[in-house]
Structures are given as structure tokens and as C-alpha cells.
């Protein structure tokens, strides 16, 4: 009898034990929100930006044409951390050009003063943001101005430059954004 009740026992609390201990377990939601993201930019033009997410965020990523790049050294006195000595961005993309490739861009379109989306403004020297400007991407929101590598203006209300993800380039054409592990 005493057996029994032990047995019996101990299996009661090993089924009580299992759905505690598997609610411990992310779901499947929160899984796929936080998982890596595929992109694929086989297609993307010289000039073009792609929009993504990640993680609930909007992740730009920019195929840039030899004339944004070779505004990239030309800006640096109007830009508030140009070597990007500030760590929004991992160590492959502490550069000038902020990314594995120079050619192509993999940043979070989020501005770092209140989260408001930057809108991207390529065309050089707009009316409306003056003489001075490389074209880059403009904070509607207060005015934060980010040159085409996502180094921060000096003098707007963004205290910092905008985050680079982790990522990883899968082939010459695939970048996988949420892992950097293995990088090409």
C-alpha cells in the first residue's frame, strides 16, 4: 500500500511538475519576434532603401551609390560622434562607412531621441534642410539629421548615432539581420 501511494504520488507530481516547467518556454510568437530575418538584395538598385523588421522594429537597409559614399568623408565636421567611437553599432560595422560592405547599409530606422521614424532624404542641398546638407535621413519629429551611414548631425536633439543590428551576410546576395555570428 505504501508503494502504491508513492508511486501514485510521485506520478501526480511529475504531470503538476510538467505544464509549470513548460510555461517556462518562450511561445511561438515570441520566438518568431525576436528570430533572424532574411533579406534578400539581389534586387535592390544603387540608391535604393528596403524596409524590414526585426524585432518589432523598422530595419533600413540602403544600397548606396560611389557618390553617397564619397559624401561619407566629407561631413564628418558637421557630425556630433563621426568616428563612431559610441557603441550603437558592432565592432565589423566601427568604420567609417558603418557596415560590413560599403556599399550596402543595415540600420534600425528608428531615431535615438524619442523613436520617431527618420525619414530618408538622399537628395543633396534641399531648401528646406540648407545648403550644407549630404542627404541622409531626417527626424520629422524634432529635427534630427543622420548623414547616409547614420552618424548623428551635432546640435539636433538625437544624442546618438542610429543602431546598427547584428548581421551577417549569408551569401553575396543574402544578409541575415539578428545574427552576426560567421560573418562573411
Not at 15 to 27: E, G, L
Not at 81 to 106: C, F, G, M, T, W
Request: proline share 9%; aromatic share 8%.
Amino acid at each position: 500500500m505504501t508503494v502504491a501511494t508513492v508511486v501514485t504520488g510521485g506520478a501526480g507530481a511529475i504531470a503538476a511538475a510538467v505544464p509549470f516547467v513548460a510555461s517556462f518556454k518562450p511561445s511561438a510568437r515570441a520566438q518568431a519576434l525576436g528570430a533572424p530575418v532574411t533579406v534578400d538584395i539581389s534586387k535592390l538598385e544603387l540608391g535604393a532603401l528596403l524596409r524590414v523588421e526585426w524585432r518589432g522594429r523598422v530595419i533600413f537597409v540602403l544600397r548606396r551609390t560611389p557618390e553617397m559614399l564619397a559624401t561619407l568623408g566629407t561631413d564628418t565636421a558637421l557630425l556630433r560622434d563621426p568616428a563612431s567611437e559610441e557603441p550603437q553599432q558592432p565592432s565589423y560595422a566601427q568604420n567609417d562607412h558603418r557596415s560590413i560592405k560599403a556599399e550596402v547599409l543595415v540600420i534600425e530606422g528608428v531615431c535615438t531621441h524619442f523613436g520617431c521614424a527618420p525619414a530618408p532624404r538622399f537628395e543633396v542641398g534641399p531648401a528646406d534642410l540648407g545648403a550644407d546638407w549630404p542627404g541622409g535621413f531626417f527626424c520629422p519629429c524634432h529635427g534630427s539629421k543622420f548623414d547616409l551611414a547614420g552618424r548623428v548631425f551635432s546640435g539636433v536633439p538625437a544624442p546618438t548615432n542610429l543602431l546598427v543590428p547584428p548581421h551577417r551576410y549569408i551569401n553575396d546576395s543574402t544578409i541575415l539581420i539578428g545574427a552576426d555570428t560567421g560573418n562573411s
